[in-house]
């Protein structure tokens, strides 16, 4: 009997499974896939892409980057001046604006900001305090930033998440929050065009219009964020229509049948984002420049990109990406792509043979990049051993074991990924081959002429002249070859058909606001 | 019922030890994990000095023997501190995550029960026919498929080229929770707020998780069923209620089956630790956001107070499930030696 | 009467029928997991035969091919051939699998000679030691296990060896202390057998006998298990062919049709577990009707 009324209850639970689908609102709600995460939910914190991206449509910056661009137009500041040692950048604010709850916004404001930013030492405050000296306030409408050294790309800093304004009044001055009901009002409000009115982390985030905005309203009502565990989902939902847009990260061969949809729009963008081969050059074998050419001219990136990622993203030459002023393929002059000829002549003047082959391990790690890592190292060992002078032990570890292995000098030769912390080509070299960064990277790289011409790159405001010596520093990498570049990501964006107004930058900042429905 | 009581008290303070053991066992197997997590938590670009003053906050340089007191002492109150990776407490990760588990065993175990004590009946009824011998087979076949492997095949089959099913998340993308979550068991919440639609969707959503777990474990319970239902229908009474010429299904499903099935039920408490290590691996492939995928999901990242955490969180599930059973068992049969 | 071959078979053969008509199906299922595990060790043997490629070649043919012509289950996104990959793979999968029973036994048993044998306080707190990790989900445990120990072989094989112990241990203890009360045993005491002497020449023999059973099961929980833990990507080093491995590498084809990376691992894994426990479940039926009713 108790099993005739369980059948029952389960029957009346089928029924209820198939009544019909209610229909949505009559708001314009935009629904955004993505597999990212986030991380953290405090400017003073937050430090990777996905979070970024969400608060650079919570809050604003005293500049930004308009959507799509790459150049620096005024934000919350109207303009500003730079002293002639350029060491003191003033910021004159725009005049009348109120956080959500009335508290006026001056330079009080972005003093107590930054300040905040600095005392509570969170992950990216580096980024300020490395080279903010002071902040003071200069009157209502005008702050001045006084910095330890002249930087040349201090506005793209000043762009950026940890610099973000936030309210005085709702901000707790000597903690980072760890979630949004923490909040006076519970709710990330800021001075960017969306609020956000619910957050569940790893399900949904939605953002609503902010009324306060002091900038063009977005074209939509509502974005709402859904976060999916696996692209193999995401892509689904896709195509059933489901969601509108999806963005980071699809698996190649979804990419490959999604750009071959009818139903299903691409929208693709040179990303900033690199990978590339580090070696452990202050240690044996790989303290021997020949050595680390050898290997670098034994690298087929078409073939990698061909077989991993199904022809998508693209070979990269230089450490300085395609797209960045002063980017040379300096890589493929020196020496081309699977260049097995150079690759053993080098290989022979060490001493090596077919007989006696070079052997060292090669380590990746195996989630962190995404699950295409182990077969880019798979190949990348059929590339070097094509040589035949070369055996590639191809090795593993998770995300915090490979920190720990290649601060350890463990690892002679392993696979990184870099987005960049400001868009500049100084952070592009300078982390890599400069004496501080390198270590950090366990790449162990130090040449006092390299960490002066860093220096000079930082401090020298004339692009021209810049230029030339990012130049001169990327041939000088096919030299000594701290490192050698693969590929860089490309980005890939899939719309319904009917949404518009999506601009993908080079930058990894996304608006929300022009999109909409046609 | 002081023989009960008694029983009952042992029964409790038997499972403190339990607990304690793997308890140790989960603190110990974690400080030798190799990696930095420390370094982990801060991303990549973090300088050295920042990462050891974290390392003194966490108190991770202190002794280990300070470290095993205060995991204790945190463990007593249920709280395992932060995340070293999110900016988020343990506790409501945990909290956050639990009920989307209870939900997936819950339904997997109805599965797992109806299937397997159904056809273990109904084979034990045919006794050496073919239906019985094809139901045994099943028995032993379905046991032997990995749970996860069977999860893709029906998510082949159902979600992609029959294309009939969602093959991943509690909801579709167009169904928010954030407007009908309570209690976090999706089912009870959409029905609290009288969402019907979004209730449908919950369901079909868990249709194919829930299947899968069920079926696998579905196999021990066919095979349990069949032999205590073999030992039920040569019982004297049974055959007497055969001779009065009751319904020979009324026999069968309702006089045999109730008797065969508590011993069924005993086992069901050694394996709830099976339907949770399944669930595990359900959560995984269907991108079900438990518990289960919580905890594989952090071992990638090290992240210490979670994954201590987790693991603390189904020992104690575990040991509760199988006091409670144990208990039921010693109310329902009167015959247990106490 | 001379030696002829076709009687000989003949006489094998009846035999062999006999048995089957003795043991009815029991005898069948035997047999068949008997020829599964068979099959699948002389892939293991025999690899280099069996397989057309080598299983890292990542130029055997076109890009993702489906199953057909030279390429009997296709090849995969890096080129290379799925069926060579299968016939290496048993040979990780295999050596894990053995290997974990083995050890797993090893200890199990000795610790349940000794504690069955002497009980005191020892015992007491050895089986609860052995109890609460038997009540835990074995997976979780070796998913911690593995996590500590890294990716490689060894670990993998010690990660899953671990949560197999409790087994062999509860079933040794117990045998062990029916046995201790047996008239043989007394008697054995009775004229001064020393405590190991008896242990081993009169208790070891008669449990070992048991544990039969239960270790061509425990290898074939074993290969469920380490297939998890590869397809959850804890297990292996890349540069290993292992059929979970694989099985995770094929999920993110899930939805672009590439259907036989998922299934053919997935299905080795399934029938090489069914290909034990059919094993197990035959032997128990045939040498101890009772042991698995309950």
Same mark, same amino acid.
């Given at each position: 009997?108790?099993?005739?009324k369980?059948?029952?209850?389960v029957l009346?639970?089928a029924?209820?499974?198939? =009544?019909?689908?209610?229909?949505?609102?009559?708001?314009?709600?935009?629904?955004?896939?993505?597999?990212?995460?986030?991380?953290?939910?405090?400017?003073?914190?937050?430090?990777?892409?996905?979070?970024?991206e969400?608060?650079?449509?919570?809050?604003?910056?005293?500049?930004r980057?308009?959507?799509g661009?790459t150049?620096?137009?005024?934000?919350?500041?109207?303009?500003?001046?730079?002293?002639a040692?350029?060491?003191?950048?003033?910021?004159?604010?725009?005049?009348?604006?109120?956080f959500t709850?009335?508290?006026p916004?001056?330079?009080?404001?972005?003093?107590?900001?930054?300040?905040?930013?600095?005392?509570?030492?969170?992950?990216?405050?580096?980024?300020?305090?490395?080279?903010?000296d002071?902040?003071?306030?200069?009157?209502?409408?005008?702050?001045?930033?006084?910095?330890?050294?002249?930087?040349?790309?201090?506005?793209?800093?000043?762009?950026?998440?940890?610099?973000?304004?936030?309210n005085?009044?709702?901000?707790?001055k000597?903690?980072?929050?760890r979630?949004?009901?923490?909040?006076?009002?519970?709710?990330?409000?800021?001075?960017g065009?969306?609020?956000?009115?619910?957050?569940?982390?790893?399900?949904?985030?939605?953002?609503?219009?902010?009324?306060?905005?002091?900038g063009?309203?977005?074209?939509?009502?509502?974005?709402? /964020?859904r976060?999916f565990?696996?692209?193999?989902?995401?892509?689904?939902?896709?195509?059933?229509?489901?969601?509108?847009?999806?963005?980071?990260?699809?698996?190649?061969?979804?990419?490959?049948?999604?750009?071959?949809?009818?139903?299903?729009?691409?929208?693709?963008?040179?990303?900033?984002?690199?990978?590339?081969l580090?070696?452990?050059?202050?240690t044996?074998?790989?303290?021997?420049?020949?050595?680390?050419?050898?290997?670098?001219?034994?690298?087929?990136?078409?073939?990698?990109?061909?077989?991993?990622?199904l022809?998508?993203?693209?070979? =990269?030459?230089?450490?300085?990406p395609?797209?960045?002023?002063s980017?040379?393929?300096a890589?493929?002059t020196?020496?081309?792509?699977?260049?097995?000829?150079?690759?053993?002549?080098?290989?022979?003047?060490?001493?090596?043979?077919?007989?006696?082959?070079?052997?060292?391990?090669?380590?990746?790690?195996?989630?962190?990049?995404?699950?295409?890592?182990?077969?880019?190292a798979?190949?990348?060992?059929?590339?070097l051993?094509?040589?035949g002078?070369?055996?590639?032990?191809?090795k593993?570890?998770?995300?915090?074991?490979?920190?720990?292995?290649?601060?350890?000098?463990?690892?002679p030769?392993?696979?990184l990924?870099?987005?960049?912390?400001?868009?500049?080509?100084?952070n592009?070299?300078a982390?890599?081959?400069?004496?501080a960064?390198?270590?950090?990277?366990?790449?162990?790289?130090?040449?006092?002429?390299?960490?002066?011409?860093?220096?000079?790159?930082?401090?020298?405001?004339?692009?021209?002249?810049?230029?030339?010596?990012?130049?001169?520093?990327?041939?000088?990498?096919?030299?000594?070859?701290p490192?050698?570049?693969?590929?860089?990501?490309?980005?890939?964006?899939?719309?319904?058909?009917?949404?518009?107004?999506?601009?993908?930058?080079?930058?990894?900042?996304f608006?929300?606001?022009?999109?909409?429905?046609? | 019922?002081?023989?009960?009581?008694?029983?009952?008290i042992?029964?409790?303070?038997?499972?403190?030890?339990?607990?304690?053991?793997?308890?140790?066992?989960?603190?110990?197997?974690?400080?030798?994990?190799?990696?930095?997590?420390?370094?982990?938590?801060l991303?990549?670009?973090?300088p050295?000095?920042?990462?050891?003053?974290k390392?003194?906050?966490?108190?991770?340089?202190?002794?280990?023997?300070?470290?095993?007191v205060?995991?204790?002492w945190?463990?007593?109150?249920?709280?395992?501190?932060?995340?070293?990776?999110?900016?988020?407490?343990?506790?409501?990760?945990?909290?956050?995550?639990?009920?989307?588990?209870?939900?997936?065993?819950?339904?997997?175990?109805?599965?797992?029960?109806? =299937?397997?004590?159904?056809?273990?009946?109904?084979?034990?009824?045919k006794?050496?026919?073919?239906?019985?011998?094809?139901i045994?087979?099943?028995?032993?076949? /379905?046991?032997?498929i990995?749970?996860?492997?069977?999860?893709?095949?029906?998510?082949?089959?159902?979600?992609i080229?029959?294309?009939?099913?969602p093959?991943?998340?509690?909801?579709?993308?167009?169904?928010?929770?954030?407007?009908?979550?309570k209690?976090?068991?999706y089912?009870?919440?959409?029905?609290?707020?009288?969402?019907?639609?979004?209730?449908?969707?919950?369901?079909?959503?868990?249709?194919?998780?829930?299947f899968t777990?069920?079926?696998v474990?579905?196999?021990?319970?066919?095979r349990?069923?069949?032999?205590?239902?073999?030992?039920?229908?040569?019982?004297?009474?049974?055959?007497?209620a055969?001779a009065?010429?009751?319904?020979?299904?009324?026999?069968?499903?309702?006089?045999?089956l109730?008797n065969?099935?508590?011993?069924?039920?005993?086992?069901?408490?050694?394996?709830?630790?099976?339907?949770?290590?399944?669930?595990?691996?359900?959560?995984?492939?269907?991108?079900?956001?438990?518990?289960?995928?919580?905890?594989?999901?952090?071992?990638y990242?090290?992240?210490?107070?979670?994954?201590?955490?987790?693991?603390?969180?189904?020992?104690?599930?575990v040991?509760?499930v199988?006091?409670?059973?144990?208990?039921?068992?010693?109310?329902?049969?009167?015959?247990?030696?106490? | 009467?001379r030696?002829?071959?076709?009687?000989?078979?003949?006489?094998?053969?009846?035999?062999?029928?006999? =048995?089957?008509?003795?043991?009815?199906?029991?005898?069948?299922?035997?047999?068949?997991?008997?020829?599964?595990?068979l099959a699948?060790?002389?892939?293991?043997?025999?690899?280099?035969?069996?397989?057309?490629?080598?299983?890292?070649?990542?130029?055997?043919?076109?890009?993702?091919?489906?199953?057909?012509?030279?390429?009997?289950?296709?090849?995969?996104?890096?080129?290379?051939?799925?069926?060579?990959?299968?016939?290496?793979?048993?040979?990780?999968?295999?050596?894990v699998a053995?290997?974990?029973?083995?050890?797993?036994?090893?200890?199990?048993?000795?610790?349940?000679?000794?504690?069955?044998?002497?009980?005191?306080?020892?015992d007491?707190?050895?089986?609860?030691?052995?109890?609460?990790?038997?009540?835990?989900?074995?997976?979780i445990?070796? /998913?911690?296990?593995?996590?500590?120990?890294?990716?490689?072989?060894?670990?993998?094989?010690?990660?899953?060896?671990?949560?197999?112990?409790?087994?062999?241990f509860?079933?040794?203890?117990?045998?062990?202390?029916?046995i201790?009360?047996?008239?043989?045993?007394e008697?054995?005491?009775?004229?001064?057998?020393?405590?190991?002497?008896?242990?081993?020449?009169?208790?070891?023999?008669?449990?070992?006998?048991?544990t039969?059973?239960?270790?061509?099961?425990?290898?074939?929980?074993?290969?469920?298990?380490?297939?998890?833990?590869?397809?959850?990507?804890?297990?292996?080093?890349p540069?290993?062919?292992?059929?979970?491995?694989?099985?995770?590498?094929?999920?993110?084809?899930?939805?672009?049709?590439?259907?036989?990376?998922?299934?053919?691992?997935?299905?080795?894994?399934?029938?090489?577990?069914?290909?034990?426990?059919?094993?197990?479940?035959?032997?128990?039926?045939?040498?101890?009707?009772?042991?698995?009713?309950r």
């Amino acid at each position: 009997m108790r099993i005739a009324k369980f059948l029952l209850l389960v029957l009346v639970i089928a029924a209820l499974a198939f =009544l019909p689908a209610r229909s949505f609102a009559a708001k314009e709600t935009m629904v955004y896939g993505t597999t990212e995460k986030v991380i953290d939910m405090d400017p003073a914190n937050a430090y990777d892409f996905h979070t970024w991206e969400i608060f650079y449509n919570i809050y604003q910056g005293l500049l930004r980057y308009p959507p799509g661009k790459t150049n620096l137009v005024p934000g919350l500041a109207k303009s500003y001046a730079i002293s002639a040692d350029g060491k003191e950048y003033t910021f004159k604010l725009r005049k009348g604006l109120k956080f959500t709850d009335g508290t006026p916004f001056d330079a009080h404001a972005v003093k107590w900001s930054i300040d905040r930013v600095i005392a509570l030492k969170g992950d990216p405050s580096w980024l300020v305090t490395d080279f903010v000296d002071h902040v003071d306030v200069v009157d209502k409408d005008a702050v001045k930033f006084v910095l330890k050294n002249p930087v040349a790309y201090f506005p793209s800093l000043v762009a950026s998440c940890p610099y973000y304004p936030v309210n005085p009044k709702v901000y707790p001055k000597d903690k980072i929050i760890r979630d949004p009901s923490e909040l006076k009002g519970g709710k990330l409000v800021g001075l960017g065009p969306y609020r956000a009115v619910s957050f569940k982390r790893d399900q949904e985030i939605v953002l609503e219009v902010n009324p306060n905005f002091y900038g063009e309203k977005p074209k939509n009502d509502q974005v709402v /964020i859904r976060y999916f565990a696996d692209a193999t989902t995401m892509r689904l939902a896709l195509e059933k229509g489901e969601i509108d847009f999806a963005f980071k990260t699809l698996n190649p061969s979804d990419i490959n049948d999604l750009q071959k949809s009818k139903t299903i729009q691409t929208i693709k963008a040179q990303g900033p984002y690199i990978r590339y081969l580090c070696f452990l050059s202050d240690t044996p074998p790989f303290n021997e420049k020949v050595l680390r050419q050898a290997v670098a001219a034994a690298v087929n990136r078409p073939k990698v990109i061909e077989k991993v990622f199904l022809g998508q993203n693209a070979p =990269l030459y230089s450490m300085v990406p395609m797209g960045m002023w002063s980017h040379i393929d300096a890589f493929k002059t020196a020496f081309g792509d699977g260049n097995i000829a150079k690759s053993r002549e080098l290989l022979t003047s060490r001493g090596y043979s077919e007989s006696k082959q070079f052997a060292f391990d090669l380590w990746y790690t195996p989630s962190h990049y995404g699950d295409t890592e182990v077969d880019v190292a798979a190949v990348l060992k059929d590339q070097l051993e094509a040589t035949g002078m070369m055996k590639v032990n191809v090795k593993s570890a998770e995300w915090a074991t490979y920190r720990d292995q290649w601060k350890n000098k463990q690892m002679p030769t392993f696979l990184l990924g870099w987005y960049p912390d400001y868009i500049d080509p100084d952070n592009y070299t300078a982390a890599f081959a400069g004496t501080a960064g390198s270590r950090g990277l366990g790449i162990y790289f130090s040449d006092p002429e390299w960490d002066k011409k860093f220096v000079e790159g930082q401090k020298e405001t004339d692009l021209k002249k810049r230029t030339s010596l990012y130049k001169e520093i990327q041939r000088m990498w096919t030299n000594e070859v701290p490192t050698a570049p693969i590929f860089q990501g490309t980005l890939y964006l899939f719309a319904q058909t009917d949404v518009q107004g999506i601009m993908l930058s080079p930058t990894l900042q996304f608006n929300y606001g022009p999109i909409h429905r046609k | 019922m002081g023989n009960l009581s008694r029983y009952v008290i042992t029964r409790v303070l038997l499972t403190i030890p339990m607990v304690f053991i793997l308890l140790t066992t989960v603190f110990v197997v974690l400080r030798i994990m190799p990696g930095d997590p420390v370094g982990t938590m801060l991303g990549g670009h973090a300088p050295e000095s920042v990462i050891e003053k974290k390392k003194e906050e966490l108190g991770l340089n202190r002794p280990m023997a300070i470290q095993y007191v205060n995991y204790l002492w945190q463990v007593c109150r249920l709280d395992f501190g932060d995340s070293m990776v999110f900016k988020q407490r343990v506790t409501k990760a945990i909290t956050e995550k639990l009920p989307a588990t209870i939900e997936l065993t819950t339904f997997g175990m109805i599965i797992t029960i109806l =299937l397997g004590v159904l056809l273990g009946a109904y084979a034990a009824d045919k006794r050496r026919s073919p239906q019985d011998n094809f139901i045994r087979l099943y028995g032993i076949v /379905i046991f032997c498929i990995p749970v996860y492997w069977l999860g893709l095949m029906l998510q082949l089959i159902f979600g992609i080229w029959l294309d009939i099913l969602p093959i991943a998340g509690r909801t579709g993308p167009r169904v928010f929770a954030s407007t009908f979550e309570k209690t976090g068991f999706y089912v009870l919440d959409t029905i609290l707020v009288r969402d019907f639609s979004a209730l449908r969707d919950v369901l079909i959503h868990l249709i194919l998780p829930s299947f899968t777990l069920g079926m696998v474990l579905s196999g021990i319970f066919v095979r349990l069923t069949r032999a205590n239902m073999l030992d039920v229908l040569k019982a004297d009474y049974i055959l007497a209620a055969e001779a009065r010429g009751l319904k020979h299904r009324v026999i069968v499903y309702k006089h045999a089956l109730k008797n065969a099935f508590i011993p069924v039920l005993t086992m069901f408490g050694l394996q709830f630790a099976l339907l949770m290590a399944g669930a595990v691996l359900t959560e995984s492939t269907f991108s079900w956001p438990g518990m289960g995928r919580l905890l594989v999901e952090r071992i990638y990242l090290r992240d210490y107070p979670t994954i201590q955490g987790v693991i603390i969180m189904f020992a104690l599930i575990v040991a509760m499930v199988s006091l409670i059973v144990d208990i039921i068992y010693a109310i329902v049969d009167p015959r247990i030696r106490y | 009467m001379r030696f002829s071959p076709a009687a000989g078979i003949g006489l094998v053969l009846s035999r062999f029928m006999g =048995l089957g008509r003795k043991y009815g199906v029991e005898w069948w299922i035997l047999l068949a997991g008997a020829l599964i595990v068979l099959a699948i060790l002389s892939m293991a043997l025999f690899s280099g035969v069996i397989a057309p490629f080598n299983p890292y070649n990542q130029n055997t043919g076109p890009q993702l091919a489906p199953p057909g012509g030279k390429h009997l289950m296709g090849t995969d996104n890096l080129q290379r051939d799925v069926w060579s990959r299968i016939v290496y793979g048993s040979q990780t999968i295999l050596r894990v699998a053995v290997l974990a029973a083995i050890i797993s036994s090893v200890f199990g048993i000795i610790l349940g000679l000794i504690s069955g044998f002497w009980g005191g306080i020892f015992d007491r707190v050895l089986s609860l030691i052995m109890d609460s990790i038997y009540s835990f989900p074995g997976l979780i445990l070796a /998913i911690a296990f593995a996590a500590m120990l890294g990716p490689g072989v060894i670990n993998i094989t010690l990660a899953v060896a671990v949560i197999y112990i409790p087994t062999y241990f509860r079933l040794v203890r117990g045998q062990t202390l029916s046995i201790k009360e047996e008239l043989y045993v007394e008697a054995a005491r009775a004229i001064g057998a020393s405590g190991p002497t008896i242990l081993w020449k009169y208790i070891f023999p008669n449990v070992i006998a048991t544990t039969v059973v239960v270790y061509t099961l425990n290898i074939a929980d074993a290969i469920m298990i380490e297939a998890a833990l590869t397809y959850l990507g804890l297990g292996l080093p890349p540069d290993i062919v292992d059929w979970g491995m694989d099985l995770a590498m094929g999920k993110k084809f899930l939805p672009s049709g590439q259907w036989w990376l998922i299934t053919f691992p997935g299905a080795m894994v399934s029938i090489l577990a069914l290909g034990f426990t059919m094993l197990g479940e035959g032997l128990a039926e045939i040498l101890n009707p009772r042991l698995l009713e309950r």
